[in-house]
């Protein structure tokens, strides 16, 4: 029986032994299965042990390497050892606060881990390998180092110590309490939860829900402006997380902002998965959601045809669905928005990691029969790619030191997880990121129909985040060599979500904009010729999309038409269930 290849079972078992660290932070006593915080690096026997259960075979390092990695570390070992107890804290902000300096041993202590850490990299990267052996050992042995940090120990971390004496053992108290609340609710703490509501504080937009079926509601929202845009815009996120990712707060609600512009807005809404959808597939979602939205905001407006925007997976559903379109010889959708989407999966990042044959196949016997993709395993997955932002940081904060995180909107959010169905996912797998189907005319089939981008014919906004670890910039720019309409291209600062919400009213980060008629196949060629211009990309996007809105009509009074008509409120019932 085919089951997960060696290095993913391997990077399981130091994330289970990472996790379980936390149990046993109270504790003095090392915890097994990391590298010791302080002290010396594996012995040469267990390196070759780690590096072997991570490629599933033998590995080897160039010998010359070897040896200058072992005497560099040597020689930077003795130069601390030289130093004693005046070892200065290394600049990391793991060690930043001031008791890591007032504590001459722990400054050490740290100073030796990040050496340690340092070489252990140096170590993994010197393996002779291909690049995708290459990228896994980096990624396994990162999770490694960052799982050993002594600021993840109590007995080690000089800022928990402190607050415990000054706060008289309260910290530790309130770290306990911390730890058997996250516990029981089977996630790590990222933000205060109790201070939202889906509703409520998120998610607040004006609208009411015009239709349902089984995996998703369509959500019409109220107009704010006398006139609105006549060609209606439908937004699809993805349908791995919850669509209030873009109706935050009224200041970061980039729904509100189309609603603001005139335009006339539809946003699917899609179901949390359960046991009875357990058996739904890609073309499912293709046939009976994205498509099915966009015909419905036609019935409802009576247009001829709409602006549709797909964000991450949304975006990947939304291209599917229009080659579908395009293949039966339709074209209701006039203009379409890609937000940090892959069409192309050549450049998928630290995601490639964890894909292979064998780990796709397993996956598709797994879900042969139905089954459900559970939403906390995939979010793990996600918050791992970073987990000392994600992960230890809270670790730290939550039970060393007993805080309980301020309250943010956007880790609510993240922390809301949503399953997805187990053939949906399998499908995606294999057709996407392991065999980059998509973009090869004619080797996806989906609801009957050949795939093939170059049909897709239809003026396109195409946006990639500078530093996304989800969705490359590169592999964003992917698309612009794929779909023959008219295109613009714009890069955002920050990461995969913080530079898609990049309200246009705060003035924060840049963007970059190049030719519209100019998209030569390497992305560093097009940056090259880009101009850097501050603040969102949100006002550019929307003169884009005013171009392609049509003329301004007398905003609707109503939701819905007679066939129709409003089932509920927005946000609706269907973002509020739990996975």
Not at 53 to 66: A, D, F, N
Not at 145 to 166: G, L, R, T, V, Y
Not at 386 to 415: A, C, M, Q
Not at 487 to 493: E, H, L, N, S, W
Request: glycine share 6%; aromatic share 12%; with cysteine.
């Amino acid at each position: 029986m085919t089951t997960e290849n060696p290095w993913l079972q391997s990077v399981q078992q130091f994330q289970q032994a990472a996790l379980q660290q936390w149990t046993q932070m109270l504790q003095a006593s090392q915890p097994s299965g990391v590298p010791s915080p302080g002290f010396g690096l594996p012995s040469d026997a267990n390196l070759s042990e780690l590096f072997a259960k991570i490629t599933g075979q033998p590995v080897k390092i160039e010998p010359s390497r070897l040896l200058d990695i072992q005497q560099s570390y040597v020689k930077e070992l003795a130069q601390l050892w030289n130093q004693g107890l005046n070892v200065k804290p290394p600049k990391d902000r793991r060690f930043a606060a001031e008791a890591w300096s007032q504590n001459p041993m722990a400054a050490f202590t740290a100073a030796v881990y990040l050496l340690n850490a340092r070489t252990l990299m140096s170590l993994a990267d010197a393996v002779e390998a291909d690049p995708k052996t290459r990228a896994r050992i980096h990624f396994a042995v990162q999770q490694w180092i960052d799982a050993s940090a002594p600021s993840n120990f109590m007995a080690f971390n000089a800022e928990a110590q402190k607050k415990a004496i000054d706060t008289h053992g309260e910290s530790i108290a309130k770290g306990i309490q911390n730890l058997l609340h996250d516990m029981k609710q089977g996630h790590v703490s990222m933000t205060d939860e109790s201070a939202f509501e889906v509703g409520r504080n998120v998610a607040t937009t004006e609208g009411q829900v015009v239709y349902e079926n089984e995996l998703f509601q369509l959500i019409q929202y109220k107009p704010l402006t006398a006139k609105v845009y006549e060609r209606p815009f439908l937004l699809v996120p993805p349908c791995i997380n919850k669509f209030y990712i873009l109706d935050l707060q009224p200041d970061n609600s980039l729904i509100r902002y189309a609603v603001e512009q005139g335009m006339r807005t539809f946003v699917v809404s899609w179901r949390n998965p359960d046991q009875s959808c357990a058996h739904k597939t890609w073309d499912d979602y293709i046939e009976h959601a994205v498509i099915k939205a966009i015909a419905v905001v036609r019935e409802i407006t009576g247009a001829e045809d709409i602006n549709a925007l797909g964000f991450c997976v949304g975006g990947t559903m939304l291209g599917t669905a229009l080659a579908v379109l395009a293949a039966r010889g339709e074209k209701p959708v006039h203009s379409a928005t890609f937000l940090t989407t892959f069409l192309d999966f050549s450049d998928t990042g630290i995601l490639d990691v964890f894909i292979d044959e064998a780990f796709v196949r397993f996956r598709e016997m797994q879900f042969a029969n139905g089954g459900l993709m559970p939403g906390r395993d995939l979010a793990t997955t996600f918050i791992f790619l970073r987990p000392n932002d994600l992960v230890w940081n809270y670790v730290v904060g939550n039970y060393l030191k007993g805080e309980t995180p301020p309250p943010f909107d956007l880790l609510y959010w993240n922390s809301d997880s949503t399953n997805l169905p187990g053939p949906f996912y399998a499908w995606y797998l294999r057709n996407t990121y392991l065999e980059n189907r998509l973009v090869k005319p004619g080797a996806a089939i989906v609801c009957g129909q050949p795939i093939d981008l170059r049909k897709v014919d239809l003026p396109v906004y195409i946006y990639g985040s500078r530093e996304d670890h989800i969705v490359p910039i590169g592999g964003a720019y992917a698309s612009t060599q794929h779909l023959p309409g008219p295109k613009r291209f714009v890069m955002g600062a920050s990461g995969h979500i913080a530079g898609v919400i990049n309200p246009a009213s705060k003035g924060k980060r840049s963007h970059w904009i190049g030719r519209d008629d100019d998209f030569p196949p390497r992305f560093e060629d097009w940056l090259a010729s880009a101009t850097e211009h501050p603040g969102s990309w949100w006002t550019d996007w929307s003169d884009w999309l005013k171009g392609h809105a049509g003329k301004l009509i007398a905003a609707p009074k109503s939701y819905g038409n007679r066939k129709y008509k409003p089932i509920e409120p927005a946000p609706g019932r269907y973002v509020k269930a739990k996975a």
